[in-house]
Structure formats: C-alpha cells, structure tokens
C-alpha cells in the first residue's frame, strides 16, 4: 500500500525559495514514477513535475521551467520539489502523486495522491 505526505509549504514573499518533500510510506508493487502537480483556486489541477523511477528522465511544466528542481532519493522513499524564485502565480496547493508510467504527466494517469500541501506567494 501507497502513502503519501507531502510537507514544506508555506507562505513566501516573491523570489524567495521553498522545498516540498513527498514521503511514501508504502512500498508499490513495481518501480513507479512520482510527480508534482498544483491547484489554485477556481483552476483545474496542473502537472508541475515529474521524475522516472531511475531519476534518469525529469520534466517540468514551462511556466517552472530553470525555477523548480524535481529530485528523489529511493533509499529513503522521499521526493523534493525545490522551488526558487517563486512567483505570486506559483500559488496553489501542491500535490504529490505516484504512478506505474516511466514518468507521470497526466494526474488521470496517477494512481496514488498526497493530501497536498499549500503554497502562498505573497508579491
């Protein structure tokens, strides 16, 4: 079974940085992918990040582009989302998410979620 918590959010003034982790707690039955992905208010959920299983693959959404580091560390079964200069629009609540595809773009392709974790960029 699949656990995920997501940690690290807050409010931060613009151009300042956070760093989001991604605990799982379970360990999936094959060798799986985990993403960030974000809601603001009144939008729809957007993929931010992704990593493969092997770290060897990233990709991230353009608007966090050269700003925002996906990192993992499966020996300790965690995921980072280093965010640095961070923009009022990066505000939402993020969302870690695993799935059995080589990365994950699509949140309908998850088949595990995190509780979230809100971010508040102030400007």
């Known amino acids: 079974q699949v656990q995920l918590v997501e940690s690290g959010g807050g409010l931060v003034q613009a151009g300042g940085s956070l760093r989001l982790s991604c605990a799982n707690s379970?360990?999936?039955?094959?060798?799986?992918?985990v993403a960030w992905f974000r809601q603001a208010p009144g939008k729809e959920r957007e993929f931010v990040a992704t990593?493969?299983?092997?770290?060897?693959?990233?990709y991230y959404a353009d608007s966090v582009k050269g700003r925002f580091t996906i990192s993992r560390d499966n020996a300790k079964n965690t995921v980072d989302l280093q965010m640095n200069n961070l923009k009022p629009e990066d505000t939402a609540v993020y969302y870690c998410?695993?799935?059995?595809?080589?990365?994950?773009?699509?949140?309908?392709?998850?088949?595990?979620w995190g509780q979230g974790t809100q971010v508040t960029v102030s400007s």
């Open positions: 998410a695993v799935g059995s595809t080589s990365i994950l773009l699509k949140s309908e392709s998850a088949n595990y």
């Open positions: 990593i493969s299983y092997n770290n060897q693959i990233t």
């Open positions: 379970g360990r999936p039955s094959r060798p799986y992918a």
